[in-house]
């Protein structure tokens, strides 16, 4: 069981780096997402660092902003078998 709760944490880790890359890519700041989004500043910086995971409704939010779909957002399965 302990596994599971690892792997859970890891995902909310590399779609934290998934939307990391996106934002760099659109060089769009975290606080900037926040603001566009709706989402307050301190729970996007805490989603953002992996320390906390985002909910379905943020992802499809931040998915609209960045202009891509919510499974763009989510990392490949190749990614999270290397960890």
């Given at each position: ?20 890359v996106?934002?760099a ?12 989004t ?30 891509v ?15």
């Open positions: 069981m302990s596994e599971n709760v690892g792997a859970r944490g890891r995902l909310r880790e590399h779609v934290a780096e998934e939307i990391r996106l934002l890519r659109k060089r769009m700041s975290g606080s900037e997402l926040a603001r566009r709706g989402i307050k500043q301190s729970t996007m910086s805490r989603r953002m660092t992996g320390e906390t995971a985002f909910d379905m409704d943020d992802l499809e939010a931040i998915a609209a902003v960045l202009e779909e919510v499974a763009d957002l989510l990392p490949k399965t190749s990614a999270l078998k290397k960890v």
